[in-house]
């Protein structure tokens, strides 16, 4: 989100279940405004923000509860509402103690479409994309050439990316 409202020109509300993020996003002033609820029963009125982000949040969920964070952000949402999540499950440690970072669940390209997304494939990672991305610099630097190399192929067979990033446009002016 820092690098998305860098000139402060859009008001950003933060959500997050584990209050420690919270605390943590606060200090860097990531967002103009923060609240600790469950996603899945987000506390805001029916169209009131003009776009929802859920920037890997629902690979934390069970499916049923994937299914109401859809319909969750999509209710407060005017405009656009945009995931990005693992193309693939892999494992996750609990980091911070927090036991909401385990991955519970993967969609598929066909997941998001049939509830009207526009999916974007990224990333392709062929030996370690069933494990948490590569924390070696030089890996990431290959993965991100062969991301590069392969964009169109990957484009075509969602099977080889790394993540998705899915896109819904709910106002109607598009």
């Known amino acids: 989100m820092r690098s998305i409202n860098k000139r402060k020109k859009m008001f950003a509300v933060g959500v997050d279940i584990y209050a420690p993020y919270l605390r943590m996003a606060k200090k860097e002033a990531i967002h103009d405004e923060y609240v600790l609820c469950d996603a899945c029963f987000l506390p805001f009125r029916n169209k009131s923000f003009d776009a929802t982000l859920c920037l890997e949040v629902i690979e934390h969920l069970k499916k049923e509860d994937g299914l109401r964070l859809f319909e969750s952000v999509e209710a407060i949402a005017r405009r656009v509402t945009i995931f990005s999540t693992p193309a693939v499950y892999f494992e ?4 911070h103690g927090n036991p909401f970072q385990l991955h519970r669940s993967v969609y598929t390209v066909d997941e998001f479409k049939s509830r009207g997304y526009a999916v974007s494939c990224r990333g392709i990672d062929p030996l370690l994309r069933r494990k948490n991305s590569p924390t070696n610099k030089a890996l990431k630097y290959l993965s991100s050439f062969l991301t590069l190399l392969f964009y ?22 598009r």
């Open 152 to 173: 169109p192929l990957i484009q075509r067979s969602p099977n080889l990316a790394h993540r998705f990033i899915c896109v819904k446009y709910l106002d109607e002016t």
């Open 92 to 95: 996750t440690p609990m980091f």
